[in-house]
């Protein structure tokens, strides 16, 4: 991942989110290679915290998410 990416992500909004206020994330996806990373961050807070996470286990989240391992819950 070069500076100017890091300093200009290209963020995009999460397919579950909504223009009617709904809870929305937002994710960019981060350098090449073995060095991929996923940002994700809350998009009514786009200068609050990014949370950063290895291809790998991002990649075994979202399939935990299709394969139903991980449901949805309001709390």
């Known amino acids: 991942m070069t500076r100017d990416d890091a300093q200009n992500p290209q ?4 397919s579950y ?3 009617q ?5 937002e994710a960019a996806r981060m350098g ?3 060095a991929r990373k ?3 961050r809350d998009s009514k807070a786009p200068s609050g915290p ?4 290895d291809h790998g286990p991002w990649r075994d989240f979202v399939q ?7 449901r ?3 709390t």
């Open 38 to 40: 996923m940002w994700v």
């Open 64 to 70: 935990a998410v299709v394969d139903g391992e991980i």
């Open 17 to 19: 989110s909504n223009d």
């Open 32 to 34: 090449n290679g073995t």
């Open 11 to 14: 963020w995009f909004t999460s």
């Open 50 to 53: 990014v949370f950063e996470f």
């Open 21 to 25: 206020g709904g809870q929305c994330v």
């Open 72 to 74: 949805h819950r309001n």
